[in-house]
């Protein structure tokens, strides 16, 4: 049985997620750019100073989950087999964390957001660069690499392209107006890095 949570988590929790709630709708009123740090405070009742208690920047409301699945990811990806490839065990790792899916409540609206605001999607490939951190010791281990061995770019060119794949595989869901499988156009993507000419 895990610790209870304390009144004060569960309190800041809450108002974590009612800022969040506020932010979003106002984003999706009237555009990411448009909406400022004053305004999300105003509207969710609280300072500006109690935002930043909350959240680094704007970016981190829309991203900030972002970070926890790279964690999510890396646990999953270590109860995966050594003997799997690093493309397969990967795969299946997102899979595990769903990754692949869009998430109820996750609307088209809101991923066309993301890749149409250059702030957020820097801020996303910010956050997958520390995916690749927190993966590349497991990847390095797949593929029988020393841990000093620094000079073979395999385990992060790996990564590096695994990332990459999911975020065009997300930008062409939302061209495609959410009407192609994620997980799908993932494959797709992953295939066409690994064929050989």
């Known amino acids: 049985m895990g610790t209870p949570t304390s009144l004060w988590q569960r309190s800041r929790e809450a108002v974590y997620a009612e800022i969040a709630s506020v932010a979003m709708r106002l984003f999706l009123e009237q555009g990411f750019e448009q909406t400022t740090i004053d305004e999300i405070a105003s509207t969710a009742g609280i300072s500006r100073r109690s935002f930043f208690r909350y959240f680094g920047t704007k970016e981190d409301i829309v991203l900030g989950h972002l970070a926890g699945r790279g964690e999510l990811v890396r646990d999953e990806l270590d109860q995966v087999p050594l003997n799997v490839g690093p493309w397969e065990a990967l795969r ?34 910010e956050k997958h660069l520390h995916w690749q951190s927190l993966l590349i010791p497991d990847i390095r281990r797949r593929m029988a690499i020393a841990e000093d061995d620094v000079s073979n770019p395999a385990p992060g060119a790996i990564l590096a392209s695994v990332i ?22 993932y494959d797709r993507a992953v295939c066409a890095v690994r064929e050989k000419s």
């Open 164 to 185: 990459a794949c999911l975020d065009v595989a997300g930008e062409a869901w939302v061209l495609s107006g959410g009407a192609e499988d994620l997980a799908t156009l």
């Open 92 to 125: 299946e790792a997102l899979d595990k964390v769903n990754a692949l899916e869009v998430e109820p409540g996750v609307t088209l609206r809101l991923a066309k957001m993301m890749y149409e605001t250059p702030s957020l999607r820097s801020r996303s490939i």
